[in-house]
């Protein structure tokens, strides 16, 4: 490790808390979560880097109980009273002609030229690049001392349907609850791989 590198390294309370110790929450205490809580986490998650500054996530915080009930219905028996349970859920959804967005977004290049005419290029980026965004929102959500559970049982049409109806070229990604998470809910964790069992530095 430089001496550089090492300066601006977080604290090994900062990695835990992001990484090391944080864990996949499956039940919640009855904490809220504010709708200033919400946009923290947004304006972080903005921030990192996506290819051309696309910003094709699309989310539908949901916290009302009626809301909940509707996103409940969309999941797996496994996943529904995880989603009653906590303060608030992220429907994190991508929007397929996130393209029209670009001139503004990247203004350096006329970046929406690269993907007009081509849906099935914009389909894999604006996948990608929304599973980057939904990734970023978990560790936003976990810097800012809120725990997740991100969650891929689900049907997938009936989630489109039910938050993303009028809004029909935006696709549900994954969605992922956000909250306090009870510590009695999760088990030991499980192993994790050392560097050589899936790396190789060529």
């Not at 110790?21 to 880097?49: F, H």
């Not at 980057?132 to 891929?152: E, K």
Request: net charge negative; proline share 5%.
């Amino acid at each position: 490790m430089t001496t550089q590198f090492h300066d601006h390294i977080l604290s090994d309370t900062a990695l835990d808390q992001i990484f090391n110790e944080a864990r996949t929450y499956n039940d919640w205490l009855d904490k809220p979560v504010s709708d200033e809580q919400c946009r923290a986490i947004w304006d972080l998650t903005k921030m990192a880097p996506t290819s051309a500054n696309m910003q094709p996530v699309r989310i539908v915080w949901v916290k009302s109980d009626e809301q909940k009930a509707k996103l409940a219905d969309c999941a797996s028996d496994g996943n529904k009273d995880k989603i009653k349970a906590a303060p608030v859920t992220a429907v994190i959804g991508y929007d397929i002609d996130f393209h029209e967005e670009l001139p503004w977004l990247f203004p350096h290049a006329d970046a929406k030229s690269w993907f007009e005419g081509d849906e099935d290029g914009r389909k894999e980026g604006a996948f990608r690049n929304s599973s980057l965004q939904g990734a970023y929102l978990i560790l936003a959500a976990r810097a800012l001392g809120l725990d997740c559970g991100p969650m891929s049982g689900f049907d997938e049409d009936a989630v489109n349907e039910a938050f993303f109806g009028d809004e029909p070229r935006h696709r549900v990604n994954f969605i992922c609850s956000i909250g306090y998470g009870d510590p009695e809910s999760i088990f030991d964790r499980s192993p994790r791989p050392d560097f050589e069992k899936f790396n190789t530095i060529v």
